[in-house]
């Protein structure tokens, strides 16, 4: 079973391409999540193994999942 998180970049940043919010992604770069069970900063290396985070850019217009594998 999946676990689904929505996140938002983090300190302000924001991005035009799903190609950005990967290349940071893989950078390691901070993502803030948001949920009704709270928030907090996620990155690649703190991804729970089998979750999907749907990072939200281009000022929220826009999805990127990842899938966490």
Do not use: H
């Not at 983090?10 to 992604?25: F, I, P, T």
Request: charged share 20%.
């Amino acid at each position: 079973m999946s676990n689904y998180l929505s996140a938002v970049p983090a300190y302000g940043r924001d991005y035009n391409s799903k190609r950005e919010v990967m290349l940071d992604w893989a950078a390691g770069k901070d993502f803030l999540v948001q949920g009704i069970s709270g928030s907090g900063y996620i990155n690649k290396d703190g991804a729970p193994s089998g979750s999907v985070i749907n990072i939200r850019y281009k000022k929220l217009t826009l999805v990127c999942p990842i899938t966490i594998k």
